[in-house]
C-alpha cells in the first residue's frame, strides 16, 4: 500500500509476475522490507519514486514487493540467499531472480549513486540486466549453486546426542561470557532487547539458584527502563538502540517487541516484587490498549520510526517546550529527572532518560518516593497531552495472526497476575476475533486488515494463537479456549509436521510450492515458529495425556539441539522449551466458581508465583464435565463444597487444598 503511487510497475509475489518474467525473458527484481523500516523509506524516495530508476524497473525488470511480515517464507528464503552472497542481510532486501525464482545476485539498501563504497542503484540495474543478457550461463551457474545451498540447509540434521541438562548451563555460560555488566544487555551496540534470552534465564536462576543469571535479567531490565529505548511519556519499547547504553532508540515500535517484553517485565516482577518492573509491564500493555488496537479487537503490527519525514521526531523534547509545558519549577525538575539538556543531549533534540536512580532522586530533592511517584504521573499526562497534538507515526494498520497471540498470552497473564479485569476483557475480545476472523474452512489466516483476512498462517501463527488460548483458559477458565487450543494443535501436526524429516516446516503441506520448503530453526526478535510449537506440544502432552503431542515436541527439540549447542543467544524460546522437558511441572487443577472470592484467593496464589513449567487447568462445577477429557481433572471434585486446588508434581499428587495459605506452602514446596 505505501508503493502503490511508485511510478515502479510493482506485483505481488505470485505466479502472474513471475510468468510474465518467463514470457518477455526479464530477470525479476524483488524488493522485500516493511512498514516501518527506515532505510526502505529511503530507498523508495530515492529509487522508488524517481522516474528514470523506475522506466529502468519496468523496461528490464519484472518487480516484485513483498512485505516480509506478510510472507515471512518468502523474505527467509531470499535473505539467506543475500546472507550466503554478502555475508550480511537486513531491509530493504533487493535480490534479482531468475524468472523461474532462483536468485543470482542482491543486497540490502543501495543509494541511488555510488558512495561510501556502494554501488548506485540505477548502475546495479544496468549492470544486471547487461550480465543477464550477455553471460546467462554464468548467472544460471550462479543461481543453480545458491539454490543448492538453500535446499542443504532447509533439511533437518538428526540429533545423536541425548537431550540432558549440560545444554542449558552450556547455554547459561556461554550468555554470561557475552553480558555487558556496565550497561546490561549482550554484546555491543547496536543492542536489540531479548526476551526470550531472559525468559531463559529467569527459568535457569529458578533451576539452580544462579544468582548471576538473575542479576543479569533484573540490572538490563533497570538499564533498558530508565533508558530512551523505552518510550517515559507514552509506555512501550522502541526497537532497538543504536548504543551500547540504551539511550538513543531506532524509534519505530513493534507490537512483537512489546507483547514479548511486556511479558518479561510482568514474569521479573513475579520473581523479585520490585513495583519498577510491574509498572513498565503495564504501561506497556497500557500503550498497545490505547494506541495499537484495531477495532474488532485485535491489535496493529508497527508504528514508524518516521513523522514528518524525520526520524524521532515525534518523541523527542526541547528543553524551553518543556518548561513551557510544565512550569519553570517542575519544568527544571523534570529536565534533571529525565536528563534534559538546554542544547538536547542529542543533536536533533533531547530524549528522555531515568539520569539517576529514582530512590536517589528523591532523597537528593527532599521528596518522599511517593511524592515523586505522584509527579511523575502528572508530568506524563501533561506531556501525552502535549504530543498527541503533534503528527503522529505512521501505523502499520494490519493485524498478523501469530504477533496477535504473543500479545493475547500476555494480557491472558497479565490479567491474573496483576488483577487487570481491562486485559482479561481485551484478551477475550482479541481471541473471539482471531478465531472468528483469521479462520476461512478450518484453516487459520496470517493476516487481517479492514475487514478483510488472507493468505494461509504459517506454522508461528498456529503455535503463537494456541499458546495464547493456553493462557486465556487459566485466565477465564472457559472451556471454549482449551477446546479451540487442542484442535488448531492437531491441525498444526497434519500442516506443518513432516513424518519423513521428524521436524516441523513454517510452510503447511497446502502451500505452494517454492524454491525450498523453509524451515527457521533461531529464535530472533521472534520466537520461531517451531520453537514455540514445541514448548505447545509439550504443554498439551501434560494436559491431555496423549503421547503424540509429548513425542513430537521430543523430536521438534532434539532437531533443533545444535542450534541451542553452539547458538544460544538465538535459542531461547528453545531453551525455555528444553527446561519444561526435562524439568518438573506443577500440574494445577482448580475447581470452583469463577466469581467466587474462594476461588479467586486460590488463583491469585498461582498468578502472583513465576511457575513457567505450570499446567493450570480451572472449571466452574457447572463446567466440569467440558474438561473430563484432561487427565487433570480425573477422579476431581470441590471438598465440602469449597473451591478447591489439586497440585500433583513428578508423577506425585498432594492432598487437596481449599485453604490459599496451604496452596502456596504445595507451590512453594
Known sequence: LQHADNPVDWYPWGEEALERARAEDKPVFLSIGYSSCHWCHVMERESFEDPETARLLNEGFVSIKVDREERPEIDAIYMEAIQAMTGRGGWPLSVFLLPDGRPFFGGTYFPPEDQAGMPGFRRVLQSVRETFRARRDAVAQSAEHLSTLLRQSAQPIPAIEPLAADILHMAAGHLAGTYDAQNGGIGMAPKFPQPMVYEFLLRYHRLTSDAQALEMVVHTLERMAAGGIYDHVGGGFHRYSTDESWLVPHFEKMLYDNALLARLYLHAYQVTGRPLFRRVAEETLDYLLREMRDPSGGFYSAEDADSEGVEGKYYLWSYDELLRLLGAEEGGLFC?????????????????????????????????????????????????????????????????????????????????????????????????????????????????????????????????????????????????????????????????????????????????????????????????????????????????????????????????????????????????????????????????????????????????????????????PESFEKLQDSPLMEGRDMVGGKPTAFVCENYVCRLPVTDPEALARELDG
Not at 511523575?376 to 504477533?403: H, I, N, S
Not at 510450492?513 to 509439550?538: F, K, M, Q
Request: charged share 25%; hydrophobic share 40%.
Open 336 to 620: 534533571l529527572y529525565y536528563g534534559v539538556a538546554p542544547e538536547g543531549n542529542i543533536p536533533e533534540g533531547n530524549i528522555l532518560h531515568l539520569s539517576e536512580d529514582p530512590q536517589a532522586f528523591a532523597a537528593t530533592h527532599a521528596l518522599s518516593e511517593e511524592e515523586l511517584d505522584a509527579r511523575v504521573r502528572q508530568w506524563k499526562r501533561t506531556l501525552r497531552e502535549a504530543r498527541a497534538r503533534r503528527v503522529p507515526p505512521g501505523k502499520d494498520d494490519k493485524v498478523l495472526t501469530a504477533w496477535n497471540g504473543l500479545a493475547l498470552r500476555t494480557l491472558a497473564e497479565a490479567a491474573n497476575t496483576l488483577g487487570r479485569e481491562d486485559y482479561r476483557a481485551a484478551a477475550v475480545a482479541c481471541a473471539s476475533f482471531l478465531l472468528g476472523t483469521t479462520r476461512q474452512d478450518g484453516r487459520l489466516l496470517r493476516t487481517y486488515r479492514q475487514g478483510q483476512a488472507k493468505l494461509n498462517g504459517y506454522l508461528e501463527d498456529y503455535s503463537a494463537l494456541t499458546d495464547g488460548l493456553l493462557a486465556l483458559h487459566e485466565a477465564t477458565f472457559d472451556p471454549r479456549w482449551l477446546r479451540e487450543a487442542r484442535g488448531l494443535t492437531d491441525a498444526m501436526l497434519e500442516l506443518f509436521w513432516d513424518e519423513g524429516q521428524e521436524a516441523l516446516f513454517d510452510t503447511g503441506s497446502d502451500h505452494e510450492t517454492l524454491l525450498v520448503r523453509p524451515r527457521d530453526l533461531y529464535d530472533n526478535v521472534l520466537p520461531c515458529g517451531a520453537s514455540l510449537a514445541t514448548e505447545v506440544l509439550l504443554k498439551m502432552g501434560v494436559l491431555t495425556g496423549v503421547p503424540l503431542y509429548h513425542q513430537r515436541g521430543a523430536a521438534s527439540l532434539r532437531s533443533a539441539q545444535a542450534v541451542m549447542r553452539r547458538a544460544p543467544m538465538s535459542a531461547g524460546q528453545w531453551l525455555s522449551a528444553l527446561d519444561f522437558y526435562l524439568g518438573s511441572h506443577k500440574e494445577i487443577a482448580l475447581i470452583g466458581r469463577w466469581e467466587d472470592p474462594g476461588t479467586q484467593a486460590l488463583l491469585e496464589v498461582v498468578a502472583r508465583r513465576f511457575l513457567p513449567n505450570k499446567i493450570l487447568v480451572g472449571t466452574s
